[in-house]
């Protein structure tokens, strides 16, 4: 054998990951609290980057870290029901051994392009976790970044995703102004009713703002669409591409789009690198 | 430069397999064979045994991508009991390995596949093949139609590898061109001799002027490579190229730099393994996601496959493109389509005369 041999770190190995807190936010949405068997945080992360969780025996999917890098104790999931995993992950209990890697992708440039700026989320549906992350990172350096507006929709009020944090933190912050919206009228909403794309629009919002979208395709692509006639460019809207993936390290070539991978020169992306990718996103 | 007569051929493979397993280019159609690659037609790697009669075949069917990036590879394994879960690292140094009678569009193959499994974060399982694996290259006496290496720069006359072998009728050259080829040779120092240089000259010159002669000699790679994504990617000639392949992937199983893979659970009923396996971006569940897939119709992958190899992968790897020319698409594809007809159909005017 080779004496000079050392077997490298490996990333696709990852390590165990217990839950130790669920929290039922929606009917096909949970949030998973999840820490090292030793109560740490598994790794440190920036708002907007991934993490590979797994159920041994019945298969890995990638989620975003909602909860954001100033939490210091644990990372937070939230998962929204739809396959294997997933499945798996919302009938299993608190104690649960699951396994984690990561963190992958890149970030949102909340120190650098986002320093100093207003900022204005746009979430739709599940859209909101990577979101959060940001918010709550924006939130606790409150002095570094000027007003939020947030804007939050879904199909109604039980699938808005946290809906008790927004109530009681982001409603009550002084200059964040968060603005609620469901698809559909409903008994005991006195909220805004319609969709996301019209409800920007009919906010009008002043086009100095760097805007963050996220949710699903259509959404994003009619947002996007209403900035623009706001007046926005699209070198002003940041959003997330999801494809499909399994390495989270640029090598198994699924999510590859062009010249880029997702998982690693993404999955954050500006809006107008998107329109440099080839159309297959 | 040293030499070693080829009725001694035999006794240089002998000293090569006594400093590690050693694997030579093998004729199958062994139909009683136990081993499947060797009931198969065509030729393939194999251990060396003594006194064994190696292919005279251009090639091997499978390229010898298996040795360091194999099919399936088992990665970890895992136990559960109630909520509790143990983690099992199964990697284990890896042995030592000489790959004999290698081409030159294969070992540059292994270059094409460094620069993915070895830029940072390091895939360890292929680290620790390649770092155990010693390439023992030939140059190809007798190219076939199917060849278009030199189409990549690749000069099948003066090969890559750790150590190069030429061969004329009686003798058999060797030159070791890194540290671990130089380790080698000095095993093999009993059973070769000096010779000057240029020895191998000759046999150079042959291979260049039977190069010049190949069918394929003229095609041009120039109009593709990096930033070339807006001269193709909507090119119509997709949908005809495309229309009859019936996306077996067999082009990318038997090509030595397709390395897109997949990786899987097996749960054995005591334990779950963890492993990995090749996959193709030709297959339709590929990119398959909840809300659909980001290539729902074929032309997508077939195009996939192909703007990888002559332009996303070159524009990230300073220009390298991810096709070796090596032609086992060329036989291989049911359909009879391959690179080649891609690269003629739109490379057309736009390659430089
Ligand atoms: C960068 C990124 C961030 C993500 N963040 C979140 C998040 O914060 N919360 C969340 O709930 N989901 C998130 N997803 C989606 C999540 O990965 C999929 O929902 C998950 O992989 C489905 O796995 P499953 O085993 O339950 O489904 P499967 O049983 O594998 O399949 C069910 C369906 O989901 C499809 N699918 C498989 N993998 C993916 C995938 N990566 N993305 C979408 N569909 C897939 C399958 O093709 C099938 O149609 C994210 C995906 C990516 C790529
Ligand atoms: S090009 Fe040929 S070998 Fe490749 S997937 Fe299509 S039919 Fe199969
Ligand atoms: S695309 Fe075809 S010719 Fe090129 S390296 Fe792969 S199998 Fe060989
Ligand atoms: S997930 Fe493997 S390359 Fe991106």
């Known amino acids: 054998m080779l004496s000079e041999f050392k077997m490298p770190k490996e990333a696709l190995i990852p390590v165990i990951g217990e839950v130790t807190d669920i929290r039922i936010d929606t009917p096909d949405v949970k949030t998973f609290r999840v820490v090292t068997p030793d109560g740490k945080k598994a790794f440190d992360h920036m708002p907007g980057q991934c993490a590979m969780l797994s159920v041994p025996g019945v298969g890995e999917a990638m989620f975003s870290i909602t909860s954001s890098p100033t939490n210091t104790e644990y990372m937070e999931f939230s998962i929204k029901k739809c396959g294997c995993v997933t499945d798996w992950l919302h009938q299993m209990e608190v104690g649960q051994q699951i396994t984690i890697r990561g963190p992958y992708g890149n970030a949102f440039p909340v120190d650098t392009a986002f320093a100093g700026k207003d900022m204005l989320f746009i979430a739709g549906g599940i859209g909101l976790a990577p979101l959060r992350s940001v918010i709550n990172y924006c939130r606790h350096y409150r002095d570094r970044y000027g007003k939020i507006d947030i804007v939050y929709g879904s199909r109604s009020r039980a699938d808005l995703v946290d809906y008790n944090e927004i109530l009681t933190e982001w409603m009550t912050d002084d200059g964040i102004n968060v603005h609620l919206t469901i698809d559909r009228e409903e008994e005991g909403w006195d909220g805004h009713v319609g969709f996301v794309p019209n409800y920007v629009k009919e906010l009008g919002f002043s086009t100095d703002k760097t805007a963050i979208l996220c949710g699903p395709p259509i959404m994003i692509k009619f947002t996007l669409a209403g900035l623009q006639e706001l007046g926005f460019a699209k070198e002003q809207v940041y959003t997330t591409l999801e494809l499909r993936m399994k390495c989270g390290i640029g090598k198994c070539g699924r999510c590859n789009v062009g010249s880029k991978y997702v998982c690693k020169d993404g999955p954050v992306f500006r809006c107008d690198e998107i329109d440099e990718l080839p159309d297959e996103y | ?353």
């Open chain 2, 1 to 353: 430069m040293r030499k070693c007569a080829l009725a001694n051929k035999n006794a240089l493979l002998a000293a090569m397999a006594k400093t590690a397993k050693l694997y030579v280019p093998t004729d199958g159609a062994d139909e009683k064979s136990r081993d499947v690659n060797s009931r198969l037609a065509g030729a393939y790697y194999a251990e060396w045994k003594d006194g064994a009669e190696l292919s005279k075949k251009l090639n091997t069917t499978r390229s010898p991508k298996d040795f360091f990036f194999p099919q399936t590879e088992n990665m970890m394994t895992f136990k559960m009991t109630g909520k509790k879960l143990e983690i099992f690292d199964t990697r284990r140094e890896h042995e030592n390995f000489i790959l004999f009678g290698v081409k030159a569009c294969d070992v540059r193959s292994f270059t094409v596949l460094d620069n993915v499994f070895l830029t940072d974060p390091v895939d360890s399982y292929y680290a620790n093949r390649r770092a155990h694996g010693t390439i023992v290259s030939m140059a190809c006496t007798k190219p076939a139609g199917t060849c278009f290496c030199r189409t990549f720069g690749i000069d099948a006359a003066d090969p890559e590898g750790d150590v190069v072998c030429w061969e004329d009728a009686e003798w058999i050259y060797l030159t070791a061109k890194t540290e671990k080829g130089e380790k080698l040779m000095a095993a093999l120092a009993d059973v070769t001799e000096e010779c000057a240089d240029d020895a191998a000259d000759a046999v150079k010159t042959l291979v260049n002027e039977r190069l010049d002669k190949l069918p394929l000699a003229d095609l041009k790679s120039d109009a593709f490579g990096g930033g070339k994504t807006d001269t193709f990617f909507n090119d119509p000639a997709w949908n005809e190229l495309s229309e009859a392949c019936l996306g077996c992937g067999t082009c990318t199983f038997v090509c030595p730099t397709c390395q897109c893979y997949d990786i899987k659970d097996f749960n054995t009923g005591r334990e779950v393994i963890r492993f990995r396996c090749w996959d193709s971006c030709m297959y339709s569940d590929f990119t398959m996601m909840a809300h659909g897939t980001n290539r729902p119709n074929h032309v997508q992958r077939f195009r996939q496959r192909f703007m990888h190899k002559l332009v996303y992968y070159p524009e990230n790897n300073g220009g390298l493109f991810s096709c070796v020319g090596c032609g086992r698409c060329l036989s291989r594809c049911p359909i009879s389509m391959n690179i080649v007809k891609v690269m003629k159909k739109l490379g057309g005017n736009k390659n430089a005369e």
